[in-house]
């Protein structure tokens, strides 16, 4: 199970990490640690890529399977609360990108998780992937 946080700012647009092992572009996120709460993940995988301290409970925009690893995502559309804006471990670098921007940078399968956190449609979006390509 992992977990992902989409950061909106006020011009709608939604925070990126550049991803430092594969150089991908991605909302920042990650797996859950053995007896880490569900929201405890989310903040913590957001202010470790980001320094960025989000408002809890966030709102469920999605939930992806990727169909080749079996890994089961939980995307949230966040909101900042504290921090500033810094590379972590895992980040190398970190961008603001508007929803034609993302669409250009993303791979598809993470793409659709930060376009579908930028609609925040009720209920939340449930889709499968195979790590690239939505299935």
Known sequence: MSVAGVIVDRQGRALLVQRRDNGHWEPP????EPGETIPDALQREVLEETGIKIALPATLT????NMTRLIIAMVFRCEAIDGDLTTGDETRAL???TRDEVADLV???YAIRVLDALDAVSPPAVRAHDGVKLI
Do not use: P, S
């Open 29 to 32: 996120g990650g797996v859950l």
């Open 62 to 65: 999605g939930v992806y399977k």
């Open 107 to 109: 791979d598809e399968a």
């Open 95 to 97: 961008r603001w990108a």
